[in-house]
């Protein structure tokens, strides 16, 4: 289903971008890559650094989910909350409210992101998985 929304929006952005028509996003920042090309067709402030929205954070359960179908993580594996995570919690985002040290599960974790939001939690789920955001970001792209 996602990946369907995804083929759609892109269409739609190509057929724009064809035309010559100018249009500004909303957002603060964007972009929009061809997933087989790897080409730019689209960016806005795209090396300001923010943190994740609904979007990533649903991004993130999927992949998780994905992992979990596959045998390759369980739901009761348990990651070691980094300090860059909990950071989140005390900055004023949207929160689980972990902290630095703590043991917690793959299940409650998605829980953290589906049912609160949890920056914190999305933070923590990468990092257990692929040991970096910067490296769950890469995986994002070929899973």
Known sequence: MFRILLIVIFFIFSF????????????RTAILQ??????????KEPDISIYPASMTKIMTAIIAFDLIKSGDLNLDEKFIISERAWRLSTSGYSSMFIMVGDEVSVENLLRGIIVASG????????EG????????AILMIFL
Do not use: M, P, Q, R
Request: proline share 0%; aromatic share 10%; hydrophobic share 40%.
């Open 119 to 126: 920056n914190d939690a999305c933070i923590a789920l990468a």
């Open 129 to 136: 998985i692929a040991g970096t955001e910067e490296e769950f």
């Open 34 to 43: 061809d997933y087989h090309s790897g080409e730019i067709l689209y960016e």
């Open 16 to 27: 724009i971008n064809s035309s010559g028509a100018n249009f500004d996003v909303k957002a």
